[in-house]
């Protein structure tokens, strides 16, 4: 039995071997082949490569030319060891340095690569040329939006920084210095239509110190500027005109402020003191046709305020010195005719002489302030004196105990105006502003002293329509031809009580 055993294992054992020894006789036999193969084409290839053509099957007709195979294969070789060291050595040696760079924005390469690159958004549009510096921009470069070019110039840090231009439509809006995305430095500025619009300095984005200009090429502004408004020391010049200076001065947030002198029409107009554009303080206004001074003295608001003087425009004379408020006569002051001459010294209101105050005076004391009348007229019952220049009449009646007469009444021929009455009004237009009031209409046959004033209304009339009411505790008589017609003079006089 156990005979038998060994006997079959030891069968099997043999049969296993002659398997594995036929297995290894294919290999080796394949082997051999392969070397055979192997060294059958590196014989091939030593004869193209360094043999000379002996045959014509060592040649390729092409037409009539014979091109040896030696040959192409030496050139294959050639181009693809070449084409090896480019693309392995050469290329990443100059990528960047000599050939521009092609890369995607925000990719590994992006943030990795150092040299002459463009950069390509997601979408393949262009946005940026020039040299990166491990992902940032630096030096020259340029910047485009949607395929359009928006800087070209200095970087520094993917921002604009040194000298450049910024465009926009393909339009040239700035060129100057950058400092960090800002202007900063030296700059000039155009419009859309490429007309340049300001010269000069600027910090941190806003112009500093420069000229700004017109459409059409001329001056606007000359001086200093703070957060890109006029501020401190300039010249502000007149739209429409070759370099006519409009305001010289100190300026506040594009307004006028401190000294400076206005101009209209390049002639000079006001010379002093502004505040938030509007004449302020100590200043002189002139008269741009003439030259001559028409009021010096205070301003408030760009009104005459506080003291100050009037004068001529044509002949420079003194017309009024005084005080004033808003623009008008308003205190004490100083009134003289266009000759130069003294014609009242007192109180003024709106404008014009304070007349109410005077109708509990006297003789003496009208003459004390408005002088001696230009014409003295004896009734039976009053004195009447006519200050010609003036346009007034004061009518006094006799004192009983020999005193100076007292005054009766004052009498308007001119242009003044008490509580919004005036000569030229209808008496219609005078009713219905003081509807309110109590009228007393009537018709009178006209004085002689009337008939005087008349005449100067070019009125030849016998009969006159009068209109009585009291405003304000005084009483206001006005006179004229009929009483659908106008005022030709007014008078007040009298308390009412």
Known sequence: ?????????????????????????????????????????????????????????????????????????????????????????????LRGKIVTAEIAVNTNDFFEFTGKAKVYQKDGSLLYKGILQQGNAEGQGEVYQHGKMVYKGELSENQYHGTGKLYQNDKKIYEGEFLNNQYHGTGVLYDKNGIMRYSGTFEHGNKKQGVSYFENGTMQYKGSYENGLYQGEGILYASGSENVIRYQGTFFQNQYEGKGILYQKGKMLYEGNFSKGLY??????????????????????????????????????????????????????????????????????????????????????????????????????????????????????????????NLKSIQFLGVQNIDNIKNGMTFYDVKQQYKQYEFIESNIQVTEQQKMIFSI?????????????????????????????????????????
């Open 1 to 93: 039995m156990t005979e038998k055993i060994t006997e079959a294992f030891a069968m099997s054992i043999k049969s296993t071997v002659l398997k594995w020894k036929n297995i290894l006789s294919k290999i080796k036999n394949k082997l051999r082949w392969l070397e055979n193969t192997f060294y059958a084409f590196l014989k091939q290839i030593s004869h193209i490569t360094m043999g000379r053509p002996d045959c014509l099957e060592d040649y390729i007709k092409k037409g009539d030319i014979y091109i040896a195979k030696q040959f192409l294969f030496k050139m294959v070789l050639c181009f693809c060891v070449v084409l090896f060291c480019i693309t392995q050595y050469v290329y990443p040696f």
């Open 280 to 405: 302020q303080g100590e200043g002189i206004l002139y008269d741009i046709q003439t030259g001559k001074i028409l009021y010096q003295g205070t301003f408030l608001n760009g009104a005459y305020s506080g003291n100050g003087s009037l004068y001529q425009s044509n002949t420079g004379r003194l017309l009024y010195e005084g005080d004033f408020l808003e623009g008008k006569k308003n205190g004490f002051g100083t009134l003289y005719s266009e000759n130069g001459t003294k014609i009242y010294t007192g109180a003024f209101y709106h404008d014009d002489i304070d007349y109410k105050q005077y109708i509990k005076s006297n003789l003496d004391e009208i003459r004390e302030d408005f002088g001696r009348e230009t014409e003295l007229i004896m009734l039976d019952d009053a004195i009447v004196t006519v200050y010609e220049h003036l346009k007034v009449v004061f009518i006094f009646q006799f004192s009983e105990n020999g005193e100076s007469p």
């Open 457 to 497: 209304c070019d009125k030849q009339i016998s009969t006159v329509y009068a209109l009585t009411y009291t405003l304000n505790d005084v009483i206001l008589t006005l006179y004229g031809e009929k009483e659908n017609g106008v005022i030709c003079y007014f008078e007040i006089g009298g308390i009412a009580l």
